[in-house]
């Protein structure tokens, strides 16, 4: 049977549910922006000893902003973009395109009595966060 994405974002996300996964994005293109604009304004306002306060300032200010908020992993995958669903539909259904099911909880199923196919998955699922997303990720205890 033909699977489609939104089947393996369900599955991935009972995967990703039942190992506790959670990721902290990092938005690292944030925090250099508001060093660089903390700097300028300091700049504007002391001059070159305001720019070296200001960069200061706003370095410690954007690597505060960059340790991101750990997040469970099915939450963001229902916020990927559609494109960046079929770029981790697609690795997965080298892995998938073997099974033989009928129905989304039968694959699910299928998946989740495989101990192989389970970290396969979750290879793909790891991969696709550390470095598309540049996430770190942490597991329920």
Known sequence: MPIRADEVMQLFCHLSRE???????K????????????AFIGGLVGGPP??????????LLGAWMTTG??????????????????????EALVI???????????LTALVMGNAAIQQKLLGVLVNY?????????????
Request: charged share 20%; glycine share 12%.
């Open 50 to 59: 305001g720019i070296a306060v200001g960069g200061a300032f706003g370095g």
């Open 19 to 25: 190992k506790g996964m959670q990721a902290a994005v």
């Open 96 to 106: 998938l395109r073997s099974l033989d099911w009928t129905d989304v909880a039968q």
């Open 69 to 90: 908020q750990f997040r469970p992993v099915p939450q963001i995958l229902l916020e990927l973009p559609p494109d960046e669903q079929q770029k981790l539909y697609d």
């Open 129 to 141: 966060l550390t470095k598309e997303l540049r996430a770190e990720i942490q597991y329920a205890e």
């Open 27 to 38: 938005h690292s293109g944030r925090g250099a922006l508001l060093a660089g604009a903390t």
